[in-house]
């Protein structure tokens, strides 16, 4: 019997390094690392924000994108809650590597922020995530943008419309 090794994006770092990267480049500035990781998952399993509840106007602009709902694509996938929390091993070892090869400002990582330093990224890199980017249908533009309207704590936050566990935000 042959050993068959399956490999999947939400198990590479290096892969998680780059969705980081992708949605910091778009998102021009600094954001909640507990944020980020949140849009990093959504970017990962787009089709989990059919499952979260939204403000009336995103809600809308979600359509727009044409993402497929999870039984279309999916046997089974996990509640957002287990995603997130299987991520974050992954989350923090790319953290960890943009940190140490100075991508990210670590300064600003001590406040629990993710900023892109002020080196800039190698060309090659920069190229690769603005051109995911424009290919994913809007996917990125939109979670860094009208979905990032929905607050990070607090009754309406997106760990709440989301299905998330709060334990690991602080309020």
């Known amino acids: ?10 198990r590479d770092p290096y892969h998680c390094a780059f969705r980081l990267l992708r949605l910091l480049s778009a998102k021009k500035g600094g954001m909640e690392l507990e944020r980020l990781r949140i849009l990093d998952m959504f970017l990962l399993y787009p089709s ?44 923090n070892s790319a953290v960890a ?9 670590s300064d600003a990582l001590k406040q629990s922020t993710m900023v892109l330093s002020d080196s800039d990224l190698p060309r090659e890199l ?12 809007g996917l990125t533009s939109f979670l860094v943008g009208p979905f990032c309207t ?3 704590r607090g009754s ?10 709060t334990r690991a935000i602080a309020a």
Do not use: C
């Not at 590597?97 to 400002?105: E, F, M, P, R, S």
């Open 1 to 10: 019997m042959a050993n068959i090794r399956v490999w999947h994006a939400s």
């Open 97 to 105: 590597q943009l940190t140490a090869k100075g991508v990210i400002d």
């Open 48 to 91: 989990l924000l059919h499952r979260s509840s939204m403000p009336q106007d995103v809600k809308e602009l979600f359509r727009n994108l044409d993402i497929e709902k999870p039984d279309k694509i999916f046997i089974r996938l996990p509640s957002p809650a287990a995603v997130i929390q299987d991520l974050r091993l992954y989350q």
């Open 156 to 165: 309406e936050s997106v760990y709440r419309k989301a299905g998330l566990p």
């Open 150 to 152: 929905i607050p990070l």
């Open 126 to 137: 920069r190229e690769r995530t603005e051109k995911k980017n424009l290919e994913d249908g």
